[in-house]
């Protein structure tokens, strides 16, 4: 099942099947609104309401709900049309031409060198963004949106961005230089065909001159490849690699993703009539692990209601990961679930270091916050769990930084502490490592010498920050007594309360290891 610019598709309907996303006719009304700038909603009568999620994938739930297709978060970073691309062969490709299935060269990290290796195109989508002009000291220029990523000596940066407010990133500026070979007219590089292991560095001649708002909005376009980049116009550029995951869950890897926001207004109707069918066996349904479903555009649409009105008519399990705050709106209807069947929830916290949140985090509710969510659901007779993610070496692993965040947890009633240390894979790794330079560099060599090239600290330290968390959450007397009792008529259906399910728990880790 695809969503693909409004197009529809034939399938069968059985729940989870790759079937149409939409009957025809099924669109109701497209708008835009200013509440929401630079997003269209699609409302829509779906005929699905149930995904599930592909046996290659490895999310350890079997089943999700998606109320909203696309999120107003997600990321896009887009290049001019006429690009060239250095394809798999040696020779380049404008970056329109360029279609699924295309090999193309991306990077990968080995010892102290980023070098070159052939990769396939998993994905080509258009969109519509504000075009800057980037030029460099040999001449080299790309035109590309604000969001797009390249990468420099410092690590990767934005084209584009602000020095202060909302708008803080790490961006170009004129002190920066580039990895890669220079424009792709280099004749060396078009002799030199096969560029396999082929190291890239920075060079003094690929310094950033200049960074040009154009003050035009241009069709632009961008590839996912399996390697999360590739080589612009002879400049290692980067993609959004996560756009491939969310087709696992069957969302479209296009520019709806982005801005085009499909909303199942029917979604609830859709879920009663397929939970009523025999074939469905009651599994457990874990929301929000892929687009949160209380993302803000259900501040509008209100579809989460209806959608716990059905779990709980049918006494079907679920659970719900969130970093905001909305959930708490439907405290009574998660309580009145929790009476008969099992319910769960789990929120991110990984320390309480203001500035640390601050620098980190900046886009989040505040810790604190967080965990009194944690306590309103707890006090609410939904078991909620707290997930210590990402925890930081040598940021806020010390006992003490631990203890704390372990001692608001259990203050916050959590069923569960589940610690999750850094992980740095492609695309996060460089980001951090440009985020470490500027704040903390002392860290850097250390750093070095705890990953590596690997995207993983080594067990023996995950396993020395799990013993600790471990040794806490038994001081605080987290999970040692069942601080939480289901409702009467719950418990004499099913006994005593339990902790959440581990499929629960597990989804809810394996999605917050993408935090960064």
Known sequence: MRWDSLRLMDGDESPGSNVPLLPRGAVTRTFDTPEFRGITFHEVTAR?????????????????????RGCSHACVYCLGADTPI??????????????????????????????????????????????????????????????????????????????????????LTVNDSLFGFGEMTDPAVCRKRDLAGFAIKARARLGVV???????????????????????????????????????????????????????????EVLRRELARPSWRGEHIAMGTNVDCYQRAEGRYALMP??????????????????????????????????????????????????????????????????????ALNAARVPTGVLLAPILPYLTDSPAQLERTVAAAAAAGAQYVSPIVLHLRPGAREWWQAWLRREHPDLVPRYR??????????????????????RLADKHGIGRTNVLRRRAGHERARGSAQAPTVDARRAAESAQLSLL
């Open 48 to 68: 699905s309401a149930l995904n599930k999620v592909p046996e290659a994938s490895r999310m350890p739930f079997r089943w999700t709900i998606n109320p909203y």
């Open 449 to 470: 010498e705890l990953y590596g090239d690997r995207s993983d600290a080594p067990r023996s330290y995950q396993a020395g920050v799990t013993e600790t968390v471990r």
């Open 306 to 375: 209806d959608i716990l009105r059905a779990l709980t008519e049918t006494a079907n399990p679920f659970s719900i990961l969130t970093k905001g705050a909305l959930l708490l709106r439907d405290l009574p209807l998660l309580e009145a679930a929790a009476d008969v069947t099992e319910v769960s929830a789990a929120v991110s916290v990984g320390f309480l270091d203001d500035d640390v949140w601050r620098t980190v985090e900046p886009g989040t509710p505040p810790p604190m916050r967080r965990l009194e969510m944690c306590a």
């Open 210 to 268: 200049s960074v040009e708002e154009l003050g035009l909005e241009i069709p632009m376009y961008d590839i996912t490849t399996g390697t999360g980049d590739f080589i612009a116009n002879g400049v290692v550029s980067h993609n959004c690699f996560a756009r491939k995951t969310h087709e696992y869950l069957d969302l479209d890897a296009g520019h709806d993703f982005d801005s085009q926001i499909v909303v199942k207004t029917n979604v609830g």
């Open 86 to 171: 250095l394809m798999g062969d040696g020779r380049s490709k404008q970056l329109v031409d360029i279609r699924v299935g295309d090999v193309v060269y991306g990077t990968e990290a080995r010892g102290s060198y980023r070098r070159c290796v052939r990769t396939s195109v998993l994905a080509h989508w258009q969109t519509s963004k504000p075009a800057f002009r980037v030029t460099l000291e040999d001449g080299t220029t790309l035109v590309a949106s604000g969001d797009h990523r390249l990468l420099t000596e410092w690590g990767w940066k934005h084209v584009a961005g602000g020095n202060c407010g909302a708008g803080v990133r790490p961006h």
